[in-house]
């Protein structure tokens, strides 16, 4: 959704980071605003209409993935760097699922 391009999307494998989205954009942040102003933008770029159970239902899926990397600084330049993924996934026109 950041990228602006309405077009589909191909799945593609990668030799290190396993399977991804060909075109997704992958932004660094530093701190929770910059994630916040970023999910503000994706959102209003999905296409939305009204439905019977919602008001402004989204017409688009999104996803969302969150990557954490943290290295222990009092370890020196060999420490391990500790890495954690979420994925916030978001179906369009799912609110009527059971």
């Not at 999307?9 to 992958?26: F, P, S, T, Y």
């Not at 605003?33 to 688009?60: C, H, P, V, W, Y």
């Amino acid at each position: 959704m950041l990228s602006g391009k309405q077009t589909s999307l191909e799945l593609r494998e990668d030799a290190v980071k396993g399977i991804q989205v060909a075109g997704v954009i992958e932004v660094m942040t530093t701190n929770t605003s910059e994630i916040m102003k970023f999910i503000l933008q994706g959102n209003e770029a999905r296409t939305k209409e009204r439905t019977d159970a919602n008001e402004a239902s989204s017409r688009s899926h999104a996803v969302l993935q969150v990557t954490v990397e943290h290295k222990d600084r009092a370890h020196g330049t060999s420490a391990e760097i500790s890495v954690a993924k979420l994925s916030l996934i978001d179906l369009a026109g799912s609110e009527r699922a059971g």
